[in-house]
């Protein structure tokens, strides 16, 4: 069964500084898609990046950058330069690419930037 | 391009009434996705539309369902409320059910009194 394990409830970082916010999956599909969203206290989930299953090398956009490591099964969001407005619940989610389609969330992340 | 919309924002209800949340999806996006969020269970799928057509169903019960009209904007439905149904309900719209990204509205915040 497809899952999506986020092992750090809560992650403090300093303003300006890097962070690496941990995921791991399981799937036994072969094609998939990876997936991180931003979820502030305003409730709405903001998509941030993507990864596919065959893609060769790590998508970026921006400050965040997606660490895919596929033999590991992990897909580790990097964000660099933490801003305050950073601040919020992160979301790793995985699609598999056949079957229902269906997305599959972990239990997030929260992330505090400190000044 | 205008993002997706729900309503309303806020809910409050009693237990035992019925309540209809709204969705309209992005411009284009024929697939749409409910999730109920709470501090305990987490974020969990409900349902997805595509075409006018329940294509997925999470594990609720029948007192939940949707519909989706022709335009792609989509209704969920909670009867006979229970105090455990107050969560965040987010609905996600996409292009497409297999390679496009689902993107999420503002959420309705329903509270059960």
């Known amino acids: 069964a497809q899952k999506i394990t986020q092992t750090q409830p809560g992650m403090f970082v300093q303003e300006k500084e890097a962070v690496t916010l941990d995921c791991t999956y399981d799937?036994?599909?072969?094609?998939?898609?990876l997936f991180w969203y931003k979820q502030p206290s305003s409730g709405e989930m903001i998509f941030l990046i993507y990864?596919?299953?065959?893609?060769?090398q790590n998508a970026t956009e921006g400050r965040y950058s997606l660490n895919f490591q596929k033999a590991r099964k992990s897909a580790n969001l990097v964000i660099s330069a933490s801003q305050l407005g950073d601040s919020a619940m992160y979301f790793c989610?995985?699609?598999?690419?056949?079957?229902?389609?269906?997305?599959?969330f972990g239990t997030g992340t929260r992330l505090k930037v400190l000044a | 391009k205008a993002g997706v919309t729900q309503t309303p924002r806020y809910l409050i209800k009693t237990r035992g009434q019925q309540v209809t949340l709204s969705c309209s999806p992005i411009?284009?996006?024929?697939?749409v996705s409910w999730y109920q969020q709470t501090p305990g269970q987490g974020l969990q799928f409900l349902f997805e539309?595509?075409?006018?057509?329940?294509?997925n169903k999470g594990n609720f019960p029948g007192r939940f369902s949707g519909r989706q009209f022709s335009n792609s904007r989509s209704e969920m439905n909670v009867s006979t409320l229970e105090l455990g149904d107050s969560a965040l309900y987010l609905c996600?719209?996409?292009?497409?059910?297999?390679?496009?990204?689902?993107?999420f509205g503002p959420g309705t915040r329903l509270t059960v009194l």
């Open positions: 799937t036994s599909d072969p094609s998939y898609g």
């Open positions: 411009s284009g996006h024929r697939s």
């Open positions: 990864q596919g299953s065959y893609d060769q």
């Open positions: 989610a995985m699609r598999q690419n056949s079957g229902t389609y269906k997305y599959i």
């Open positions: 539309y595509f075409s006018e057509t329940q294509r």
């Open positions: 996600a719209s996409s292009r497409d059910r297999t390679t496009d990204t689902q993107y």
